[in-house]
């Protein structure tokens, strides 16, 4: 990543009609992006970035030269089925961030360890006011401190929302799987519904 930065290289956007776009990714040997392709709606603008000899499928935007890219950090590596089915290929996925300074990037982490010191589930194990168990994952189970807590922010909440010309609806918990691909929570939680069924 560094020697590209280094190499000052230009990020050019094209974009080509459908077929030509199928035929450009089938002849890279880019069958997942051929699938991405097929998929999109008939009148999508389908675009690509070009940046040195590499070409990727993409909508953009992005910064107009490599040399722009002056602090990068790799943040984790995670595994990933291809379009979140178990029954097709496992791939790679790699997080990272990058910023125009590294004194940008380094506020950036010092944000992130700031909040993994107040993520919730850590607190609210800490302080005695809820779990989570294999059994409701995603599903807090609240002890008493905790139901205190959540009643006094419901309330404000409700406060708000009522001065604010807002009604309250609620819905059910159990819900089709289908709504669970579309809000995106499938992926994080297939093995455990799976295991359930």
């Known amino acids: 990543m560094k020697k590209i930065v280094k190499e000052d290289l230009k990020l050019e956007r094209f974009e080509l009609p459908r077929e030509e776009a199928i035929k450009y990714v089938k002849e890279k040997g880019e069958d997942y992006k051929v699938e991405l392709i097929e998929d999109l709606p008939e009148d999508a603008v389908i675009s690509f970035y070009r940046q040195g ?12 030269s490599t040399k722009k890219v002056k602090a990068i950090k790799l943040l984790s590596l995670a595994g990933a089925y291809w379009r979140g089915d178990e029954n097709k290929q496992m791939l790679q996925r790699i997080y990272g961030t990058a910023f125009t300074k590294q004194s940008e990037l380094d506020e950036y982490i010092h ?3 700031e909040a993994k010191k107040r993520d919730h589930r850590k607190l609210g194990k800490e302080l005695g006011l809820f779990a989570i168990h ?7 189970f609240f002890y008493p401190k905790g ?9 404000y ?19 089709n799987e289908a709504l669970w691909h579309q809000s ?3 992926d994080h939680y297939k093995e455990i519904c799976t295991l359930q069924n």
């Open 184 to 186: 995106g929570h499938w």
């Open 147 to 155: 139901m205190i807590l959540r009643n006094i922010l419901e309330d």
């Open 134 to 140: 294999d059994e409701g994952p995603g599903f807090p």
């Open 111 to 113: 944000m992130l360890e």
């Open 53 to 64: 000899e590499f070409v990727d499928l993409c909508a953009g935007p992005h910064v107009p």
């Open 157 to 175: 909440w409700r406060e708000v929302h009522r001065k604010a010309g807002y009604d309250e609806i609620k819905t059910p918990i159990i819900l």
